[in-house]
């Protein structure tokens, strides 16, 4: 099973730019699909973006659509999540999160694994 460690966030105003990384270890990250989630203060954790380990391009919510860009690297065993444009409502802890599971993957409940979160805030 592999195991999660993210890094990259901090403070940036709004219209700034941040990169999210998440570094997996384990044998068999190709396999698993990842995914980036966030938790605003005081709000339930939200999907923000995922990529099958099956390949195809990531998808996004509509929060993030056109402004957050996924990405993931096998051979680094390393997932990525550059964010551009950012506003103030992005601020939350944002959470990489694996599954081997190629489906439903908007949804919390199916990542069996996830890291331990970065806080990124966004000023007005």
């Known amino acids: 099973q592999v195991q999660l460690v993210e890094s990259g966030g901090g403070l940036v105003q709004a219209g700034g730019s941040l990169r999210l990384s998440c570094a997996a270890s384990g044998p068999t990250f190709s396999s698993y699909s990842m995914a980036w989630f966030r938790q605003p203060p005081g709000k339930e954790r939200e999907f923000v973006s995922a990529?099958?380990?099956?390949?195809?391009?990531?998808y996004y919510a509509d929060s993030v659509q056109g402004r957050f860009i996924m990405s993931r690297d096998n051979t680094k065993k390393m997932v990525y999540l550059q964010m551009n444009s950012l506003k103030p409502e992005d601020t939350a802890v944002y959470y990489c999160?694996?599954?081997?599971?190629?489906?439903?993957?908007?949804?919390?409940?199916?990542?069996?694994?996830w890291g331990q979160g970065t806080q990124v805030t966004v000023s007005s």
């Open positions: 990529k099958s380990w099956s390949g195809g391009d990531p």
């Open positions: 999160a694996a599954t081997q599971r190629g489906n439903y993957l908007r949804l919390a409940h199916v990542y069996t694994t």
